[in-house]
């Protein structure tokens, strides 16, 4: 099974930027879709954004449109997700993981019930 590694989390201030990275060992990323999810306390997880390893396209919920942008580097086996103009409601711990198939997304919303790894999470705060 694939596994997958987050980093880049942080402390930033509201308007900061961070860089996300997910690593993925034992098998490589072709063909999967890696999504970003987060889950802030007392919140229900939220996927945010997803891309595919086969053609690169890629989904955003509506609010980080325009402000996250997530990439892949298939040499590294590593995809990116980029936070601009980060807000306190940004606040939260971000997984990464992966669907062997095409992502869900339902009434605009990105599924959970097919992506089969995760990683353990790394934990963003926005804060001034």
């Known amino acids: 099974q694939l596994q997958l590694v987050e980093s880049g989390g942080g402390l930033v201030q509201p308007g900061g930027s961070l860089t996300l990275s997910c690593t993925a060992s034992?098998?490589?990323?072709?063909?999967?879709?890696i999504a970003w999810f987060r889950q802030a306390p007392g919140k229900e997880r939220e996927g945010i954004s997803c891309?595919?390893?086969?053609?690169?396209?890629?989904y955003y919920t509506d609010s980080v449109k325009g402000r996250f942008t997530i990439s892949i580097n298939n040499a590294k086996n590593t995809v990116y997700l980029q936070m601009n103009s980060l807000r306190p409601e940004d606040t939260a711990i971000y997984y990464c993981?992966?669907?062997?198939?095409?992502?869900?997304?339902?009434?605009?919303?990105?599924?959970?019930?097919?992506?089969?790894?995760w990683g353990q999470g790394t934990h963003v705060s926005v804060s001034s």
């Open positions: 034992r098998f490589t990323l072709d063909y999967y879709a």
């Open positions: 993981a992966a669907d062997p198939g095409p992502p869900t997304i339902v009434n605009g919303r990105l599924k959970a019930a097919n992506f089969v790894s």
């Open positions: 891309i595919s390893s086969s053609d690169g396209s890629t």
